[in-house]
């Protein structure tokens, strides 16, 4: 039917459109210097080289600030997962004083935009001496508004009955949470765990600000860094991007079917 | 009795590392912002605080004077009033698209409309820098990020490429949340395609469509590292955002008074943005 | 020996440590832009000097120095020497951030950079580099730039013609008119740089000129950002003047074709008719500090010495092109191969310091914006004057308390 052609064309088109840019990213990545700015326009490296990849992590020590972001996401969002999850639950399935406006408080704080205390936060990460280090980077990612809503809202549904029956077989508080909450909410953690590692690495502003030592920077800020001083080399630019992009977008290659289906389910519930 | 005071306890023990954490690291610096913000706290105070007095509302008042943050107000209204429905649109169509029951291969779809969202901003930034910079034969060769008048809007393409995955999803996910007896009901009173999208879909989309254009509306009140990475808010500041102030007033003169006058302003936009649009929902018509 | 022996030996050995004799030290250096790529180069004769000092260097992109700076400075999390715009050199003096230095001579720099590091008695910085600013013009249709306003003038309006300038004079950079003002003595701030003193005579006679250049039609009103490159405009014959600095000597030669390079040259500033020549300019370019929280004073003092070396400084020269702040090494023959240096050298002689308090940037930027908004007929020039006193006197608002209170 040409009504099902002409959906699939417009389709196609969109995804085309939607990476040439990333496609075009990894092109220019492997041009010589300065070919991707000569007329006419090359779409094609020709030859195809690593040489712009062999300098940053040659001559630019790229592969640290690789590190320094695979160990500032990935530790930010193993802990972040224990924090969050113990909270959501409590949210769920616990009864206690304030639960309900203690829930709602927090619920609006997501409202209130992120660098409204940046500012203070940093003078109190001076007088933890937390400035200049991963954990300075980690420590106030770790507890997530929107991680203990998400979670709590998954939790809801664990049986009482089943965490009744542990307690009354004796079961340890602890027990219940490692032995029944975290596998059933395995589904809602691994959805969480995507987004926090996603948004960890991602994340610009407040390493940028956090941050004085190049030997620490994450990828994005490194990148920036990159950019303000390599203006005149696009082939350069493009392949550190390419390495910034890389493992993000293999994580969620990976995992996108428990990615996408957590951001529906918590917009629909939500 | 034992067994709700143990409940009790542990539900303390599993709440106070989060609590604690969003104490200490969210509520209090914001706390604080509010109160730097009615105080001349400056690079002086930072060397002692001794420096620093209180000023009442006489940051905010500044802040009326000054052309710069008014400048600043008028770019983020732009990328909120373009941008917003932009986006939206773009994210609705896309959702449209991807989950028509004639379409094939929707996970293949809707994971590529979902990549830009994935990506890392300041690595896009770089690489829309660099397009933006092209002549492409047969184009009109405008200077997108050098011009003052297509600078805003060339940033907003590059931010609606980014983020229309995310709403799509969303869009989608409400979409299929419509009842479909709605539309087999509207086919039997004879409506046509067009009909059964603005009486059914339309309609049942409300509540989605609030959460979207709300949370749309937030994201480009806040945007920063779009013109920050590619045109340092320039030219001239024309895409100079909010944000972008706030942050240079805090980071690059230390008035931190000032900076937290700005941020709180930007709070309020926020909220009294909020509230319009909660206000102004479309009704459902059943 | 018997394992266990051999076992506690060697533990003995680990808990001991080196021996004492070796006192490595690393310090941290942070250098800006292009002189952060090139200092990498001066290093490693350093360290082979200085045993046991080892230096890591960290490159600042140059839009991002100053917030970096200061973010370093209230996160504690500062170098140990850095080199520092002269103009930043009060706002972190006044922060208490930075080291006096005690430097052994004073004598063979120029007295005016000298000055922009010394605040009261004390002194902050060693000058690393300078620049300043002077007239880069066409000598084939000028073959002398006039050496006072008037004729100066004269001069620019006979190279003007339709489609085509005198001066590029990019009207959101505040250099061109805060020269001007330089020249004419103006003290631009009163009462111990308290309050704003620009409603007054030297100050008003720079900013009447200035704006009188576009009014006369012999400079353009656009900005620096509408300009797509300035540098070909120059070779297309749009402008046959331009006030910068040194960095624009190797950019301007090496962006436009060797046969255009005959075409143009430099000369110190104009001055004030009847005032000596050449005019006044601005003292400007980096110098080297030690951070006050440095736990190295020592090997950072011994790697500003070395850096302030004549031969280092040579060697600055020649992979940079920064002009040295040493009279001394301007007398080697490598600074005479490129004649365009020479108007620097003769200006060197004549630069006078901006007020050194921190707001001076701010300042600056404010007299742009007026100046802008003349130009482009916001505002008549009084009107203009009496509001840039008003925004100056606003500006140091806070100073005036603090100078109050004894702070």
Redesign the interface.
């Known amino acids: 039917m040409t009504r099902r052609f002409v959906l699939h064309a417009v389709l196609l088109a969109g995804a085309v459109l939607t990476l040439a840019p990333l496609l075009w990213m990894v092109a220019a990545s492997l041009m010589p210097s300065g070919q991707a700015t000569t007329y006419p326009l090359h779409l094609v490296p020709h030859p195809v080289t690593l040489a712009n990849y062999r300098y940053l992590f040659t001559h630019l020590d790229l592969a640290r600030n690789v590190v320094n972001s695979a160990i500032v996401a990935l530790s930010a969002t193993v802990l972040s997962l224990l924090i969050n999850s113990m909270a959501g639950y409590a949210f769920a399935k616990f009864r206690f004083r304030g639960r309900d406006s203690l829930f709602r408080l927090m619920l609006a704080g997501l409202i209130i935009p992120p660098q409204v205390g940046m500012l203070p936060l940093f003078v109190l990460m001076r007088q933890l001496h937390l400035v200049n280090s991963y954990w300075g980077v980690i420590v106030p990612s770790m507890a997530s508004i929107f991680g203990i809503f998400l979670i709590r809202q998954y939790a809801l549904s664990i049986p009482d009955e089943l965490l009744d029956a542990a307690r009354i077989d004796g079961a340890s508080e602890l027990t219940i949470y490692r032995r029944i909450v975290l596998p059933v909410l395995t589904p809602i953690l691994v959805t969480f765990a995507v987004f926090m590692f996603m948004s960890t690495w991602n994340d610009f502003l407040w390493p940028l600000i956090i941050l004085s030592d190049d030997a620490k920077y994450t990828l994005p800020v490194a990148l920036a860094n990159l950019s303000g001083e390599h203006v005149q080399d696009t082939e350069l630019m493009m392949a550190g991007s390419v390495i910034t992009l890389l493992p993000v977008l293999i994580v969620f290659v990976a995992l996108q079917r428990y990615y996408i289906e957590g951001v529906t389910a918590g917009s629909v519930k939500g | 009795m034992g067994i709700e005071r143990a409940q009790q306890r542990a539900a303390y023990a599993l709440l106070a590392p989060a609590a604690l954490l969003i104490t200490v690291f969210f509520a209090l610096p914001i706390l604080a912002s509010l109160i730097l913000s009615v105080t001349d706290f400056d690079i002086y105070a930072l060397a002692a605080p001794g420096n620093a007095r209180f000023v009442g509302v006489r940051n905010y008042a500044d802040l009326l004077r000054t052309p710069l943050f008014w400048t600043a107000i008028g770019n983020t209204l732009y990328y909120v009033a373009v941008g917003g429905p932009l986006s939206v649109l773009v994210s609705l169509g896309a959702a449209l698209l991807v989950n028509s029951k004639l379409t094939r291969f929707k996970p293949f779809f809707r994971a590529v409309y979902f990549t830009p969202v994935v990506t890392t901003l300041v690595a896009v930034a770089i690489i829309w820098k660099y397009l933006y910079g092209l002549h492409l034969p047969g184009l009109p060769a405008i200077d997108w990020l050098g011009d003052r008048h297509w600078a805003k809007l060339a940033i907003i393409l590059m931010s609606v490429w980014k983020s229309f995955g995310y709403n799509m999803l969303i869009f989608v996910a409400g979409l299929q949340a419509v009842p479909q007896e709605l539309y087999d009901a509207a086919l039997v009173d004879g409506a046509t395609a067009v009909q059964r999208f603005r009486h059914v879909t339309l309609p049942q989309l409300g509540p989605t469509f609030l959460f979207v254009s709300i949370t749309t509306m937030i994201g480009y009140t806040q945007l920063f590292a779009e013109p920050y990475v590619m045109t340092q808010g320039g030219p001239l500041h024309a895409t100079y955002s909010i944000v972008e102030y706030m942050y240079e007033q805090g980071f690059r003169w230390w008035q931190l008074g000032s900076a937290a006058a700005i941020a709180f302003v930007l709070f309020a936009l926020i909220l009294v943005g909020s509230l319009v649009q909660a206000r102004f929902r479309p009704a459902e018509t059943s | 020996m018997s394992r266990g022996a051999a076992l506690a030996l060697s533990l003995a050995l680990v808990a001991c440590g080196r021996p004492a004799a070796t006192r490595d030290v690393t310090i941290r250096l942070w250098a800006i832009?292009r002189e952060?790529?090139v200092v990498r180069q001066l290093l490693p004769e350093f360290e082979r000097t200085h045993p046991g000092i080892h230096v890591r260097e960290?490159?600042?992109?140059?839009?991002?120095a100053?917030?970096?700076l200061?973010?370093?400075y209230?996160?504690?999390?500062t170098p140990d020497v850095a080199q520092l715009g002269n103009s930043w050199i009060a706002?972190f003096a006044?922060?208490?951030a930075l080291e006096p230095l005690h430097p052994a001579d004073s004598a063979d720099y120029f007295p005016g950079i000298w000055e922009t590091n010394r605040l009261g008695d004390t002194l902050y910085g060693i000058p690393w580099y300078v620049d300043t600013r002077v007239v880069f013009y066409r000598r084939d249709e000028l073959p002398l730039l006039p050496t006072t306003w008037t004729p100066w003038h004269e001069a620019m309006r006979r190279v003007a013609r339709p489609g085509r300038y005198a001066l590029l004079a990019p009207v959101?950079e505040w250099a061109t008119p805060v020269v001007l003002a330089l020249e004419q003595g103006a003290p631009m701030l009163r009462d111990s740089d308290q309050y704003g003193n620009f409603e007054e005579p030297r100050f008003r006679r720079a900013f009447h000129f200035y704006i009188s250049l576009f009014r006369d039609g012999l400079a353009p009103a656009v900005?620096n950002?509408?300009i797509?490159n300035r540098y070909q405009s120059f070779g297309n014959d749009e402008y046959a003047m331009t006030v910068t600095g040194p960095w624009d000597v190797g950019e301007y030669t090496r962006r436009l074709p060797p046969a255009f390079a005959d075409r143009w040259t430099t000369a110190p500033m104009p001055a004030p008719d009847g005032d000596p020549t050449p005019g006044a300019s601005l003292a400007g370019g980096s110098s080297l500090v030690i951070f006050h929280r440095s736990a190295h004073q020592d090997a950072a003092r011994a790697l500003i010495e070395y850096l302030s070396a004549p031969a280092q400084q040579l060697k600055l020269y020649a992979l940079s092109g920064d002009l040295p702040p040493r009279r001394s090494v301007w007398q080697d023959s490598i600074m005479r191969a490129n004649p365009k240096t020479l108007a620097f050298r003769a200006q060197l002689d004549h630069v006078v310091a901006l007020p050194k308090i921190?707001e001076i940037e701010?300042i600056c930027i404010t007299i742009a914006n007026y100046a802008e908004a003349t130009v482009r007929g916001a505002l008549t020039e009084d009107a203009a004057l009496a509001a840039l006193d008003h925004d100056v006197d606003h500006i140091l608002e806070?100073r005036r308390?603090?100078m109050r209170h004894g702070?």
């Open positions: 832009g952060g790529e960290q490159q600042i992109p140059f839009t991002a100053h917030e970096k200061l973010t370093a209230v996160g504690n999390a706002e006044s922060l208490h959101n900005s950002v509408a797509a921190p701010q806070k308390w603090m702070h």
